[in-house]
């Protein structure tokens, strides 16, 4: 049942930057794309960032107590957000695919595509629903490179990219994946995201993004994305 006053779309008019959120525990780093970060005071400089609690970077930092934030720039490629924002650090070496260098607090920064970092030591931890929110000291900051910080809305509108389940602005609607149907037709020439793991089933095709049913992977435009996670189409593999 919906509540006639409360329109989700609303939440959508809040503005969000996009950013990786980074850690460290016993030796090991790990981050995630974040659009959920704010400043909340300036004497001392504190920043609150809310992490889901199944993500491997939320035990990172609920056990080292420290974290950083690279602020991206609007020259970060797809690969680069796929890869910290898809994929998950149980499964996926991230940083040995990028740049980056260890800060004053051991977290790493990625050197890539950012354009400012900054490094926190936690203070307080508020429990909310599926996630965290970690609000810590900023004891490191600095400029790394030029260019204009990459906003959601840049993200959303220009890339074409999408939000992940375990990000606190993420809405269901947008994942054009009903299991029944999928198992209802024949397997033969669906393709499968290697990025999320999301069906392309030619029977359903891609309406919302201009793909008829009955459209065979291989006719997909050549700049068809998929659309759960902005993945290209080299990135699917045929069903077996």
Known sequence: MTDSNLNPEAMFTIGYGLYVITSRKDG??????????????DTPPRLAAA?????????????????????????????????FGFRSGRETEKFSQVSYEIGPTGCPIVTDHTIACMEARV?????SGSHTVFIGQVTAARIIGAGKPMTYAYYRE?????????????????????????KETSEMGKYV???????????????????????????LPADWVCPECGAGKDEFSPVE
């Open 123 to 127: 203070e307080t931890k508020l429990e």
């Open 158 to 182: 220009i890339l074409r990219g999408k939000t992940p389940p375990t990000a606190p602005t993420y809405r269901a609607s947008v994942a054009v994946k009903p299991p029944k149907k999928i």
């Open 28 to 41: 090991r780093i790990n981050g995630q794309i974040s659009n959920a970060l704010m400043q909340v005071t």
């Open 193 to 219: 995201c290697d990025v999320c793991g999301w069906v392309y089933d030619p029977e359903l095709g891609d309406p919302e993004n201009g793909a008829k049913p009955g459209t065979a992977f291989e006719d």
């Open 51 to 83: 992490v889901n609690k199944n993500a491997l970077t939320h035990e990172f930092i609920n056990h080292s107590g420290v974290f950083a934030v690279n602020v991206l720039s609007e020259s970060a490629p797809m690969s680069l957000i796929r890869l």
